[in-house]
């Protein structure tokens, strides 16, 4: 058993700070993107491409901001990244408080806000290990946070709609921005151990990038998660997401829907708690056992259970998935040396997110042809064999447990982005 006293610093207690506020306005943004668009004569097509937008220019730079983040200071990246999204999104808020709403300058905007986030997110991989000794307990409670904020951001954003406009929302959410963006900047980021964090002697941008793919490929337990992710996407989460709050929708209503997902919101709550104390010797062995619990969200809405079951499922579903996150997220910390940790992380998240989009453009037709308690119920039974292929996979199975890197001393000099320091070659 662990405990998270140890990772309560003035440094950390910033950072925890700006990812919490951030999730918050995150989960805030549909509901303003729907209403807006639905207000304005726009339909639900609309809206859907005004998303994609930014998840597509999210997923395919994210790479290239793993090479920025291993090259440059990683902290002042992410602060000119949420400074961006805090001059994209009060553009947004002024053009629904002036009625001039334009989808493709919305659709514009929404790529301007994944492009930003794919230079944000890469840092959050090496900032977490430097700023906390018990990694592991310092992404428990950040996941606790996000949790926390995924649960409360749509119904802030509802009240706001209900009670103001959808304006106000992207107003509140720019707001977000710029608070994340000010604990950054009051933030002091030890550096890591290693010397040779940036960059190398002679080499360039598609050498780095080249790098990363090396160092990702060359990580059996690494790549192995990534393709059983995959299938998961393609078979079981991705589908799930629109075919359960189509069929709960349409068997018992939006309120329904509303309960059942707040129950999702409140299993991975718990699950980020009890990944707070548990600690596993085999920390992915573990994870993969917690994520036979995500079954129950596809399966229990397939099923054909009451309100009450589909709660406790879903519950049941959140808690293993938000386990699994934090012993994932612990072990790609921890495992990976951190002068390339940004890129590796920057390859993770693009082949996790790479594959639900086609999850989700399946589900229709899949569900047209088969039925929806069919599919869902498939993506159960897909859930469950790729929790199994986890376990039988031995570099993911007879992973051990790591210390994190220790960190010093104050961070070097900063780095200029037009010409970053180089390193001796390994």
Avoid at 200 to 210: C, E, H, N, S
């Amino acid at each position: 058993m662990g405990t998270v006293t140890g990772i309560w610093s003035r440094d950390f207690g910033l950072f925890f700070t700006a990812r919490a506020v951030a999730k918050l306005g995150d989960t805030m943004l549909p509901v303003a993107l729907a209403a807006g668009l639905l207000q304005y004569g726009y339909g639900a097509g609309a809206v859907g491409l005004a998303m994609a937008a930014s998840v597509a220019c999210f997923a395919g730079l994210v790479i290239f901001g793993g090479v920025f983040a291993d090259r440059l200071d990683t902290r002042w990246l992410m602060i000119a990244a949420d400074a961006t999204r805090l001059v994209t999104q009060s553009l947004a808020a002024a053009m629904f408080f002036t009625g001039h709403v334009v989808l493709w300058q919305i659709c514009v905007i929404g790529a301007v806000n994944g492009a930003a986030s794919a230079l944000f997110q890469p840092g959050v991989a090496s900032t977490v290990p430097r700023l906390a000794r018990d990694v592991q307990a310092a992404n428990g409670a950040i996941r606790v946070a996000e949790s926390g904020s995924q649960l409360a951001g749509p119904a802030v954003a509802g009240l706001l709609v209900a009670f103001a406009s959808p304006g106000v929302v992207f107003a509140a959410h720019a707001a977000t921005y710029a608070l994340s963006a000010l604990c950054l900047l009051l933030l002091r980021l030890p550096r890591p151990a290693a010397d040779d964090a940036t960059g190398v002697a002679g080499r360039g941008f598609v050498a780095d990038l080249t790098q990363g793919w090396h160092e990702f490929r060359a990580r059996p337990w690494l790549w192995g998660v990534i393709a059983v992710w995959c299938v998961l996407m393609i078979g079981a989460s991705g589908p799930a997401v629109p075919l359960v709050a189509t069929q709960v929708t349409q068997e018992h209503g939006p309120r329904a829907y509303g309960l059942v997902n707040s129950a999702l919101g409140a299993g991975t709550v718990i699950g980020g708690l009890i990944a707070l104390r548990l600690r596993p010797r085999h920390m992915l062995r573990a994870g993969s056992v917690a994520l036979f619990g995500f079954a129950f969200f596809p399966a229990s809405v397939g099923a054909g259970l009451g309100v009450p079951g589909m709660m406790a499922g879903c519950a049941v579903a959140g808690a293993g998935m938000s386990f699994w996150g934090v012993m994932w997220a612990t072990s790609v910390q921890t495992q990976v040396p951190h002068d390339v940790l940004n890129r590796i992380h920057a390859y993770d998240v693009a082949g996790s997110l790479a594959m639900a989009p086609v999850g989700q453009a399946l589900a229709g037709p899949a569900a047209n042809t088969f039925g929806t308690q069919n599919v869902l119920l498939t993506g159960g039974a897909i859930t469950l064999a790729c929790a199994t292929a986890l376990l039988t996979i031995p570099p993911i199975r007879n992973l051990l447990r790591a210390d994190p890197q220790p960190v010093r001393g104050p961070l070097p000099p900063q780095r200029s982005l037009q010409a970053p320091p180089r390193r001796a070659p390994h």
